[in-house]
């Protein structure tokens, strides 16, 4: 098992992988790193420098993830937004869809949109003492918060 997991801290090498790759070159689980031969070692970097694994393929996801919403797919909008992807449901499980407060420092695109909304309305003389006094049509990104 220390071998496997040791394994298993590359980005991209889950638990099937590593338990192949052990079963390939003919690795016990349970065998330490420092235990290993020469040849085993050389064998395991040969392969694995032939993956695609850590900044490659975390490059490869966010190109992906950029390709779709540069498309204007769903699952691209999805990501936009900060919504979950993959049919999960929103309706109750509220916490996983929405972006508090305290996350627009890390997305600085809704920070700027809202406080691009904020000085439409004071500039306007809509907004007064807190209130809108004409409604104003907000699209869903300025909604959630």
């Known amino acids: 098992m220390i071998e496997q997991k040791?394994?298993?801290t590359?980005?991209?090498i889950g638990n099937h992988t590593s338990s192949r790759l052990l079963a390939r070159f003919n690795i016990h689980p349970t065998c330490r790193v420092g235990e290993l031969a020469?040849?085993?070692v050389l064998d395991l970097t040969a392969v694995l420098s032939d993956m695609k694994i850590e900044n490659d393929l975390r490059r490869e996801v966010l190109n992906d993830?950029?390709?779709l919403k540069e498309t204007g797919t769903y699952r691209g909008r999805r990501h936009a937004l900060g919504l979950p992807v993959r049919g999960q449901r929103t309706r109750t499980q509220v916490g996983v869809s929405f972006v508090p407060i305290s996350c627009l420092s890390l997305r600085p695109d809704l920070a700027t949109s809202l406080a691009l909304v904020h000085v439409v309305l004071v500039a306007s003389g809509d907004f007064?003492?807190?209130r809108i006094k004409t409604p104003v049509k907000l699209n869903r990104m300025?909604?959630?918060l």
């Open 10 to 12: 590359f980005f991209g």
């Open 142 to 144: 300025e909604r959630r």
């Open 65 to 67: 993830i950029k390709r």
């Open 128 to 130: 007064v003492a807190g």
């Open 6 to 8: 040791s394994l298993e």
């Open 38 to 40: 020469n040849k085993q």
